[in-house]
């Protein structure tokens, strides 16, 4: 008697096994993936997808806002304490290179040909020049001051567009965008895309990128 009662335990317990095996099969998530992708990876379960293009990948960039600028190059003279004139004649190469604020992946060539499209400006990620570079400012009584040289730039705000790996089952696309203070030089070297200004202490102006500046001797 104990022993048929022992077997009917064991086949109770095998049935509800089976069940619960029934079930777990049933919930389990079904492999989807959409238009962009057609790469099935095996592997462990539950089973991944290959994003196309691969995640962290850029797919497009785009200039959406300009404004002029002037960065500061290499070129410099020395300090003179006004009264006095300050002159600037080397003949060095002029060099500067970007500044980027955005922390975010983008297409460098990208984002220069829709600058060029959408407001008419030809950048670099750098510029150089190799000339006899001469020019002389009044320095008032009272501020010790040097001519410094500047570079036209542009400020772009842009948004790039990349794949991202959402799930182990879908993949997707992410857009950053930054508004301002990423700053490129014009990749032309005429002389006209250059400037002087007075760098002096008092009152303060220092060899910084000026925005919207019409870059013209000052202090």
């Excluded at 500044?99 to 460098?108: E, M, P």
């Excluded at 410094?148 to 857009?175: M, N, P, R, W």
């Amino acid at each position: 008697m104990r022993q048929r009662t022992v077997f009917r335990f064991v086949a109770q317990l095998c049935a509800v096994t089976v069940i619960v095996l029934q079930m777990l099969v049933e919930v389990s998530p079904a492999y989807s993936t959409n238009s962009r992708i057609g790469t099935k990876v095996a592997g462990p379960s539950p089973q991944y997808i290959l994003c196309s293009p691969p995640a962290g990948s850029v797919i497009s960039t785009s200039a959406t806002s300009n404004q002029r600028a002037w960065m500061p190059t290499n070129v410099s003279s020395s300090e003179l304490a006004g009264p006095g004139v300050v002159s600037l004649s080397q003949s060095i190469q002029s060099s500067v290179n970007s500044s980027v604020s955005a922390n975010f992946s983008f297409s460098v060539s990208d984002l220069f040909a829709s600058a060029s499209a959408n407001f008419g400006v030809v950048l670099g990620q750098s510029s150089t020049a190799s000339q006899t570079w001469s020019y002389s400012v009044n320095v008032p009584s009272g501020v010790t001051a040097a001519i410094h040289q500047y570079k036209e730039a542009s400020d772009l705000g842009f948004t790039s567009i990349s794949e991202v790996q959402l799930s182990s089952t879908s993949c997707g696309t992410i857009s950053n965008s930054s508004t301002g203070g990423n700053f490129f030089p014009f990749k032309s070297t005429a002389l006209s895309t250059f400037c002087y200004a007075l760098v002096s202490t008092v009152p303060s102006r220092v060899a910084t990128i000026q925005v919207n500046s019409g870059c013209v001797p000052n202090i």
